[in-house]
T-cell receptor, first 113, second 110 residues
Framework: EAQVTQNPRYLITVTGKKLTVTCSQN?????MSWYRQDPGLGLRQIYY???????DKGDVPEGYKVSRKEKRNFPLILESPSPNQTSLYFC????????????FGPGTRLTVT | RKEVEQDPGPFNVPEGATVAFNCTYS??????FFWYRQDCRKEPKLLMS???SGNEDGRFTAQLNRASQYISLLIRDSKLSDSATYLC???????????FGGGTRVLVKP
C-alpha cells in the first residue's frame, strides 16, 4: 500500500530536549516536505527536499533541521524545542509527474511544555 | 495580505443543496492550483487539480480565473460526508513551492 508514515504520532516533551520526528514514504517520490498546522494560520511549509542530499528552507524553518540521506526518509529534527513549536506536523511526498499530488502522512501532534 | 486567502466559513449547507466558495491568490506567477480536503485534524488529501478550462469530477466543479486571480469550488447535491475543510493550494514552481490557504469549513446538515 502506497503510504507516508510518521512517528511518533503523539509526543509531549519539555523545552530544550532534542527530538526527531521520522517520515518515510514507499512510493519512490523525489520530493518530500514538512509542514506545521496551527489554528488560524493554516499549513505552513518548514523544509522541503527535492531529492537525496538536496534540502531547502520553506516559509518557517527557524528552530528546525532536516536531512535527506535516503530517498525514502526525511526526518525532522528539533534540536532545542520551545513551546511555540507546539503544533500538528505533517510530512508529505510527491513525484515530479503531474498533477504533483502531495501524499501526506497521518500527522504528529507535538506538545512542548 | 496573505498569499492565498479563503473564507474560513463555516458554510452551513442543507443536504442536497449546492455550495460554492472561492479562494484568491496574490502571486500572478503561480503555476498550478489544487483543492485538498481535510477532515478534522487528519491529513489533507487531494480532491482535484484545477485547470485553466475548468474541470469537473462528479459533483465537484473547479474553476480558475487567472485574470482576477481566484479559483472556485462548487459542490452539487451535497452529502453529509462532504462535511470537511477544503484547502486551496497554489504552487509557484511545478510541485515544490506550495502555499496553502487557511481552509473553508463546510458543514452539511440533514
Amino acid at each position: 500500500e502506497a503510504q507516508v508514515t510518521q512517528n511518533p504520532r503523539y509526543l509531549i516533551t519539555v523545552t530544550g530536549k532534542k527530538l526527531t520526528v521520522t517520515c518515510s514514504q514507499n512510493m519512490n517520490h523525489e520530493y518530500m516536505s514538512w509542514y506545521r498546522q496551527d489554528p488560524g494560520l493554516g499549513l505552513r511549509q518548514i523544509y522541503y527536499s527535492m531529492n537525496v542530499e538536496v534540502t531547502d528552507k520553506g516559509d518557517v524553518p527557524e528552530g528546525y533541521k532536516v536531512s535527506r540521506k535516503e530517498k525514502r526518509n526525511f526526518p525532522l529534527i528539533l534540536e532545542s524545542p520551545s513551546p511555540n513549536q507546539t503544533s500538528l506536523y505533517f510530512c508529505a511526498s510527491s513525484s515530479y509527474i503531474q498533477p504533483y499530488e502531495q501524499y501526506f502522512g497521518p500527522g504528529t501532534r507535538l506538545t512542548v511544555t | 495580505r496573505k498569499e492565498v486567502e479563503q473564507d474560513p466559513g463555516p458554510f452551513n449547507v442543507p443536504e442536497g443543496a449546492t455550495v460554492a466558495f472561492n479562494c484568491t491568490y496574490s502571486n500572478s506567477a503561480s503555476q498550478s492550483f489544487f483543492w485538498y480536503r481535510q477532515d478534522c485534524r487528519k491529513e489533507p488529501k487531494l480532491l482535484m487539480s484545477v485547470y485553466s478550462s475548468g474541470n469537473e469530477d462528479g459533483r465537484f466543479t473547479a474553476q480558475l480565473n487567472r485574470a482576477s486571480q481566484y479559483i472556485s469550488l462548487l459542490i452539487r447535491d451535497s452529502k453529509l460526508s462532504d462535511s470537511a475543510t477544503y484547502l486551496c493550494v497554489v504552487d509557484k514552481a511545478a510541485g515544490n513551492k506550495l502555499t496553502f490557504g487557511g481552509g473553508t469549513r463546510v458543514l452539511v446538515k440533514p
